[in-house]
């Protein structure tokens, strides 16, 4: 079993930064690759950014491709998500999640989420 919790979201002006954190819980956190969602109101969840179990290797989505930047702690169980210049598109309850068997969905746990507002 693994806990996630998401910080760091907030508001912030188009162009400006955040970093989101989500700190694990429970055993075995480097047993995990991590993953960032997010979901924008009245609009599905879409996938973000995932990192596997060492860090070596991270995928991202088209649209925060440049800008986005995710990264892993695994001595601090905590997984980050580096977020320069952002645009008003980016608002979203971000997430972090757990995944058991590598990056591919499907996501094993989720944390609750972090909001994240950008004014234009």
């Known amino acids: 079993q693994v806990q996630l919790v998401e910080s760091g979201g907030g508001l912030v002006q188009a162009g400006g930064s955040l970093r989101l954190s989500c700190a694990a819980s429970g055993r075995s956190f480097s047993n995990y690759a991590m993953g960032w969602f997010r979901q924008a109101p009245g609009k599905e969840r879409e996938f973000v950014a995932a990192i596997t179990r060492s860090g070596n290797i991270k995928y991202y989505a088209d649209s925060v491709k440049g800008r986005f930047t995710i990264s892993r702690d695994n001595a601090k169980n905590t997984v980050y998500l580096q977020m320069n210049s952002l645009k008003p598109e980016d608002a979203a309850v971000y997430y972090c999640?757990?995944?058991?068997?590598?990056?591919?969905?499907?996501?094993?746990?989720w944390g609750q989420g972090t909001r994240v507002t950008v004014s234009s």
């Open positions: 999640a757990a995944n058991r068997r590598g990056t591919i969905e499907p996501y094993d746990y």
